[in-house]
């Protein structure tokens, strides 16, 4: 049989079905049993935090009532903490994803090896204003304050804000276990608390109609920082 033959497209759609496809479906199956880990790390997170504060309450330090977390599991992909003035959304992207050849994931010795390591579920994480998502302002944004790129193996990085593991030279070197993990998650926390709501400028708030006004439906859009913006620079070392 001549080697050079061209496969069939019988022949074709097997070798894709039972390589990149199969190695998607690993993927999948991979990140969501991660996602259903963070989940219960982010309920443990919750539950520990406020037994900490309690105890500094019974040290007779005067807290908020508003200073307190709560988990909510929303569903199979999606979870969020509530703390004090900010809400954090965890997300499972029901995709799986590559990278383009410009990315600098191609820089890292693990990834040429062997291409299909690139395949990566991903979790991302949103910061939203606790009392807009408690009153359902539907014009304020959430920011993206890092995500998280798992593959088949249980290797990943970071991107993100002040994230530990935003080091593409680390992928294929670190597996994801549950301190990395609780990193992950503790670090986007201290951020969303250190990132700050500003006043609006002046000129973009300094009118509105009679109808906004009478509006059950109208709000005054409400964000942390104006012009906020991820760059590679920001978010991601290789």
């Not at 990315?103 to 062997?114: F, G, Q």
Request: with cysteine.
């Amino acid at each position: 049989m001549d080697n050079d033959q061209p496969l069939s497209p019988n022949r074709q759609l097997v070798e894709a079905l039972s390589g990149k496809s199969n190695v998607k479906s690993l993927v999948y199956d991979r990140a969501l049993e991660v996602f259903n880990n963070l989940k219960e790390l982010l309920a443990e997170i919750s539950n520990d935090l406020d037994e900490a504060l309690d105890d500094i309450k019974d040290s007779g330090v005067v807290l908020s009532r508003r200073v307190k977390l709560e988990y909510r599991d929303k569903g199979k992909l999606e979870a969020e903490v509530r703390f004090a003035d900010d809400v954090l959304v965890f997300s499972m992207l029901p995709d799986i994803y590559q990278f383009d050849p410009e990315h600098p994931v191609w820089k890292n010795p693990y990834s040429t090896a062997e291409p299909f390591n690139t395949y990566c579920g991903v979790i991302t994480v949103h910061n939203f204003l606790y009392e807009s998502v408690k009153l359902n302002r539907e014009c304020d944004p959430g920011y993206l304050i890092a995500r998280l790129f798992i593959n088949r193996e249980g290797c990943f990085f970071v991107e993100g804000k002040n994230q530990p593991r935003n080091k593409i030279s680390g992928f294929g070197s670190v597996k994801l276990d549950k301190k990395e993990m609780r990193d992950f998650v503790e670090s986007a926390m201290l951020y969303a608390i250190s990132f700050d709501l500003l006043v609006p400028p002046f000129d973009k708030v300094k009118t509105i109609t009679v109808g906004d006004k009478d509006s059950d439906d109208y709000r005054i859009p409400t964000s942390k920082r104006n012009g906020f913006d991820f760059t590679t620079e920001d978010v991601l070392k290789d």
